[in-house]
Structure formats: structure tokens, C-alpha cells
């Protein structure tokens, strides 16, 4: 599979994301950053700005929401907006990459968490590379240390704002290893 024939989708924030971008672009994999009206973006290529109906489709109950990434969310609206997003990414793209924290219970820490939950319920191929150990882990009805590759031509790349340089280090060599 040559870089040209995928799709990255991600949010454009700051931090993974950010860095899924760069290095894609930097391969030339093509990018469609997914966001609503008003959402600050760190990257702004290939920008699709969501409808309110486009958002909607990706609606979620904010009870299970909480539940789900055991979390409560104050700013609901916004968070909201930012989880119906994260919906439209996975749901586009087959492959997930999520850099984060795996916590104790096996969930990813914060709304990056969203991301991991969908790509579980959507059945889709989900690697998290886990800042805290340094290391990649796949799902595979639990986690297991992994050394992931992109093997479909539209994946997903997400993750935490607080992107480490192992963090950032992994993204690279991802790309490296998928696309030689």
C-alpha cells in the first residue's frame, strides 16, 4: 500500500493529532480534518466543518458518555460537539491510533477515550500507544503489547493534547514502518 492510496481522519488539535498531520503530510497521506463552527484548530488542512445535522448523527447520550470513559462533563454542549466529531472520524476512517494513557480499568484517559470506546463498539482495528509505558497495545479482547502498522487505506489518528516526545517519537515510526 503506497502513503497516496490513504486517509488520515482526525480533529486537527494540538498535541497527536497535530503530529498524525504533519507526519501524513510529510508522506504524502492524504488528510480530512473533521470540526464544528467555532472549535479552535492547531492544523487547518483539508478542514470538512460539520453541520448541526452531521453532528447529530454522531449524538450521544452525555450520561452514557460519562459512564462509558468514567468521567463527568460539565461543559456539556461543547463536549457534546467534540464527541458527535470523534464520531464522524471513526466511522470514517477503518484503522484506529490513539496516543494516550491506558488507565487501570482499561479505558484511555480523557476524551481521547472517546475514540478508543467507538473504535471497540464499531469493531474496527484499535492500537493505543500508551504514553505513560512508552509502548504500543492493540485490542484484541484486552490489551496486548503490539507493534502496529497501517494496514487500510483510511485510519484514524488521535489522541491527547499533551503529547509526550516518545509520544510524538511512536507517530513518526509508525508511519515509518507502514509506509518504507
Request: glycine fraction near 10%.
Amino acid at each position: 500500500m503506497e502513503a497516496h492510496q490513504c486517509t488520515l481522519y482526525s480533529g486537527g488539535l494540538k498535541g497527536a493529532e497535530s503530529a498524525f498531520g504533519e507526519t501524513a503530510e510529510k508522506l504524502g497521506v492524504n488528510e480530512i480534518i473533521y470540526t464544528f463552527e467555532g472549535h479552535k484548530l492547531s492544523r487547518e488542512k483539508n478542514v470538512k466543518v460539520l453541520s448541526k445535522e452531521d453532528l447529530e448523527r454522531g449524538d450521544i447520550s452525555m450520561e452514557l458518555a460519562s459512564k462509558m470513559l468514567h468521567r463527568t462533563y460539565y461543559e456539556t454542549e461543547k463536549i457534546r460537539k467534540v464527541l458527535q466529531t470523534i464520531f464522524h472520524m471513526v466511522n470514517s476512517g477503518y484503522q484506529v491510533f490513539v496516543v494516550g494513557a491506558i488507565q487501570e480499568d482499561g479505558s484511555v484517559k480523557g476524551g481521547t477515550g472517546w475514540a478508543v470506546q467507538l473504535a471497540k463498539m464499531f469493531n474496527r482495528p484499535l492500537h493505543v500507544f500508551d504514553q505513560p509505558s512508552e509502548k504500543w497495545f492493540s485490542w484484541k479482547d484486552g490489551w496486548q503489547e503490539d507493534a502496529p502498522h497501517i494496514q487500510y487505506n483510511t485510519f484514524v489518528g488521535s489522541g491527547t493534547r499533551y503529547l509526550s516526545e516518545a509520544g510524538r517519537k511512536a507517530i513518526e515510526k509508525l508511519f515509518a514502518d507502514s509506509f518504507k
